[in-house]
């Protein structure tokens, strides 16, 4: 069975269960999603379901993209994304809804984080600065030496150094579902989820149950 849905986070609440404790969760609207297309081992090498997410205009697609749909009588969708299903139990031209979740399901959710630009090594990774004192004008949040010994003479792949931070695809994995809402399309996901408000999410079923 296909469990898998693409959605968009809305962000953060939280809720209270029945002795009274505050939980933290993340509400994605999720869905409806469109099967696309159907990928079989036979004809493409692989099993998976494309789903389409987020209707637009016409105007906004191209004509390749507004062909693909109109195959099975789709209308125009935003984004196009694949899920591995190793049976798919459905066919192209179906509708997909956060029924396919129930409470109580672990979902990982992939998303990308929000960008932070160029960052140094004090923000991006916690280094601890230089002293402040001695003579030290301009040098409080730089990395300093980075050389090895003479013997090495070189710096090696890999050095935490100054550089681009966030916006990096990112899995936030296990996270149990609280919350399904069908008349709004809402899922409620205990924690966070990767990304800003809006951000395009998938969510799969757990990989680590």
């Given at each position: 069975?296909?469990k ?5 986070k809305i ?12 939980i933290?969760?993340t509400l ?22 494309q ?5 637009s ?38 509708q ?48 300093g030496?980075?050389?090895a010994t003479?013997g090495t003479?070189?710096?090696f792949?890999g ?16 996270l ?34």
């Amino acid at each position: 069975m296909l469990k898998g849905l693409i959605g968009k986070k809305i962000g953060m609440t939280q809720i209270f269960n029945d002795i009274g404790e505050a939980i933290p969760i993340t509400l994605i609207e999720a869905g409806p999603c469109y099967v696309t297309q159907v990928r079989t081992i036979d004809k493409d090498g692989y099993s998976a379901v494309q789903l389409g997410f987020g209707e637009s205009k016409p105007r906004r697609l191209t004509g390749g993209q507004l062909g693909h749909l109109q195959r099975n009588n789709l209308p125009p969708v935003r984004f196009l994304r694949e899920f591995q299903a190793k049976k798919p139990d459905v066919n192209e031209g179906d509708q997909v809804t956060v029924d396919v979740f129930e409470v109580g399901d672990h979902v990982d959710v992939v998303g990308r984080s929000k960008g932070r630009g160029f960052a140094g090594a004090v923000k991006r990774y916690g280094f601890r600065g230089g002293p402040k004192t001695h003579g030290q004008s301009d040098r409080h949040r730089a990395v300093g030496s980075i050389g090895a010994t003479s013997g090495t003479g070189r710096v090696f792949p890999g050095k935490r150094m100054p550089g681009h931070m966030g916006n990096q695809r990112i899995t936030a994995q296990n996270l149990k579902i609280v919350l399904v809402d069908a008349e709004r399309n809402l899922i409620g996901v205990r924690g966070a989820v990767p990304g800003p408000k809006g951000g395009l999410v998938l969510i799969k079923e757990s990989r680590k149950q």
